[in-house]
C-alpha cells in the first residue's frame, strides 16, 4: 500500500504497455516497465539510469534535487523536471574574428571541442572565436551575433630565400604559423611592404606578417626560427542549435521489490495524472515550452519499504516533428496520432528516501523497519475507517436494546391492564 499524508493509495500488480525507451532512476526512483525494442541499461532497483535525449531531475520544495542518498519528508514536496536536450552544430568563418566586438568572454580550452562544448552548455552563447597562439588556445564567446561585423585575421610566416642568386630574393611561405615574436617589430601597411623590409637587410632571414583586430604587423628575424614555428589559427562559429520537443508519457513509482513484495503507484497515465494518484498530484504534468515539462506530487511511502524508484516514459520528438510532442487535453479523451519513424520514448528513472523520524532508515530491505510508506498513510485512515463502524455498530446495538426493553414494559403493562379488566 501507498502511504502519504494526503491520501492512501491501494498498490496494484502492472502490465505495462510494450515501448521503446530509456530509463532514469534515484531514490525517490522512477521505475520503466518492461519494454520491446528496449535500450537495456541494466535497469535494476538501485540504478539511476539517464537518458541522452531527456535531462530528468526531481527537486525538493527549496530546490535541492533528491538522489538516493539524501532522505526527503513527507512534509515537503517534490517538483518533476523533463527537460529534452539540445544538439547543437558549427558553422566555421576562417580566419574571421569578431574583434572582441559586443559582450564576450575568454575561456582557456584544449581544443576546438572544448570551445564548442563550452558554448553549447552556455544558452547565452551564440557564436565564438576559437583562437591558437603562442602555445595557448582561447575560447571567446559573443552572446549576440557579430556575423556582419566579423573581420579578416590572419599570421603567416615566410622564410627569405636569396639562394638563386638574382638580385631579389623570394619567400618561402608557412601559412598559419608564427615565429617566437622575439624580435624586431614593425608596423607596415600589407605584406609587400614587410618583405621589402626584410630585402633591404641582409641581417633579415624572416618575417611574420600578421592582422589582428585591424592591427597589422611585421615581425622581422635575423636567426633561422623555422624549426621553431608554432601554429596561429583564429577562426569563427557561429551556434545552431535544435532541441527534443519532449511529453511525458507515464510515470510510475516502485518500491524496487519483485513477486508477492512488489508495490507499485501509476502516477501519470496517458500524459495525464492516473486515478491511483489522486490528491498526491498537487500540480499536473505543465509543458513550460516545447522541451520543457514539470508537475509537482506531494511526497509518500510504501510499507516498510522507504526507498521509492519512480520510472517515467517520455516522448521524444526531434526537430520537425515537435507537433507530435503537443501537450494532451487530460479532460478529453486522448487523441493518439500515427507516429513519425524519428519518434522515440526514452525512460528515465531515479530513486530517493523518504524520511520518517519514528522509523528505522532501510533502504531496499522491506524486512526491517522503514520510513513512512505507502501503508504508513492507508493504515491511520483504515483505521479511523474501522473505527467509525465500530462505534455504529454499537451505537446500533445499544439502540436496539433500549427499542425491545421498551416493547418489554409496554406488553408487560398492557398484560396487567388486561389482568385488572377480567
Wanted: hydrophobic share 30%; with cysteine; charged share 25%.
Amino acid at each position: 500500500m501507498v502511504k502519504g499524508t494526503r491520501q492512501a493509495v491501494k498498490p496494484q500488480r502492472r502490465v505495462h504497455r510494450d515501448i521503446w525507451n530509456w530509463t532514469y532512476r534515484t531514490h525517490l526512483v522512477v521505475k520503466s516497465p518492461p519494454t520491446r525494442n528496449i535500450h537495456e541499461q541494466n535497469i535494476n532497483s538501485s540504478v539511476d539510469i539517464d537518458s541522452s535525449a531527456v535531462e530528468f531531475e526531481i527537486k525538493q520544495k527549496d530546490g535541492t534535487p533528491v538522489s538516493s542518498s539524501a532522505a526527503v519528508s513527507l512534509d515537503n514536496q517534490l517538483a518533476f523536471e523533463f527537460v529534452g536536450k539540445q544538439t547543437c552544430t558549427y558553422r566555421k568563418y576562417p580566419k574571421k574574428t569578431g574583434s572582441r566586438t559586443g559582450l564576450y568572454v575568454t575561456t582557456v580550452v584544449t581544443d576546438l571541442a572544448s570551445c564548442e562544448a563550452v558554448c553549447t552548455s552556455d544558452p547565452t552563447c551564440v557564436s565564438f572565436d576559437f583562437v591558437v597562439m603562442n602555445g595557448m588556445m582561447g575560447c571567446f564567446k559573443y552572446n549576440e551575433s557579430v556575423v556582419d561585423r566579423l573581420i579578416d585575421t590572419f599570421n603567416d610566416h615566410y622564410e627569405k630565400d636569396c639562394s638563386s642568386g638574382s638580385n631579389s630574393c623570394s619567400f618561402i611561405e608557412y601559412p598559419g604559423k608564427k615565429g617566437p615574436y622575439d624580435e624586431l617589430e614593425n608596423p607596415v601597411h600589407d605584406v609587400t611592404e614587410c618583405k621589402t623590409m626584410c630585402e633591404n637587410e641582409t641581417s633579415c632571414t624572416a618575417i611574420d606578417f600578421s592582422k589582428v583586430d585591424n592591427i597589422i604587423t611585421c615581425y622581422r628575424y635575423t636567426k633561422r626560427v623555422v624549426n621553431v614555428l608554432t601554429d596561429v589559427i583564429v577562426n569563427h562559429y557561429t551556434k545552431q542549435c535544435s532541441g527534443y520537443a519532449i511529453r511525458v508519457e507515464s510515470c510510475t513509482a516502485s518500491n524496487g521489490q519483485s513477486g508477492q513484495d512488489q508495490e507499485t503507484l501509476n502516477i501519470i497515465e496517458d500524459s495525464c495524472p492516473s486515478g491511483e494518484v489522486g490528491k498526491l498530484m498537487e500540480e499536473a504534468p505543465t509543458k513550460v515550452t516545447d522541451n520543457t515539462v514539470t508537475f509537482k506530487l506531494h511526497p509518500f511511502k510504501f510499507n516498510k519499504v522507504n526507498a521509492i524508484t519512480v520510472t517515467c516514459t517520455v516522448k521524444v520528438c526531434p526537430a520537425g516533428t515537435a507537433a507530435e510532442c503537443e501537450a494532451l487535453n487530460c479532460s478529453s479523451q486522448p487523441n493518439r496520432k500515427r507516429r513519425s519513424t524519428e519518434i522515440s520514448d526514452e525512460t528515465v528513472r531515479k530513486t530517493f528516501i523518504i524520511l520518517d523520524p519514528n522509523l528505522e532508515f532501510t533502504s531496499h530491505d522491506s524486512s526491517k523497519k522503514s520510513s513512512v510508506s505507502v501503508n504508513d498513510v492507508t493504515t491511520p485512515i483504515v483505521a479511523g475507517v474501522a473505527m467509525v463502524i465500530i462505534m455504529l455498530l454499537v451505537v446500533s446495538i445499544v439502540v436496539l436494546l433500549v427499542v425491545k426493553k421498551r416493547r418489554s414494559n409496554r406488553k408487560f403493562q398492557e398484560d396487567g391492564v388486561n389482568k385488572q379488566t377480567i
